[in-house]
C-alpha cells in the first residue's frame, strides 16, 4: 500500500481509531478534546481517511462503524522514514546528534543512549 501524509485533523482522527479499533463518528468526537469539532467535519474528515485508504468501515443500517487499515506501526514507520529522508539525509549519526544538541542532553542520557546501543549491538552479533 502506498501510504499518503495525513493532514494534523486527520491523524487526530487515526489516533483515537487506533486506540479504539473500531468507532462510529460520535464515539470520535467524544474522545476529542474541547472545543470539539462539529460532527460534519469529523465526518468528512473520516470520510476523506477512507478515500485515502487509512479506514474501512461496516455498515450496521444507517450506522456505519469505521475501523483502521493502515496501522500505527506502519504510519510510524513511513513518518519516521520521511523525518529521516527530509531532514537528516538517511543518517542515524545526524538524528542522534541532532537530539542530543537540541535536548540538551546530560551525561546520565548519553551513558543510558551509549548502553542501549551496546546492548543492541550485542544482540545482533
Known sequence: MNIKELTKAEEQVMQILWQLNEAIVKDIIAQMTDPKPAYNTVSTVVRVLEGKGFIDHKAYGNSHVYFPVVSE?????????????????????????????????????????STLLENLKNKRS
Open 73 to 113: 506501526a506502519e504510519y510510524k514507520k513511513f513518518t519516521f522514514d520521511k523525518m529521516m529522508s527530509g531532514y537528516f539525509d538517511n543518517s542515524y549519526k545526524s538524528l542522534v546528534s541532532f537530539i542530543a544538541d537540541e535536548k540538551k542532553l546530560g551525561l546520565k542520557e548519553l551513558d543510558e543512549l
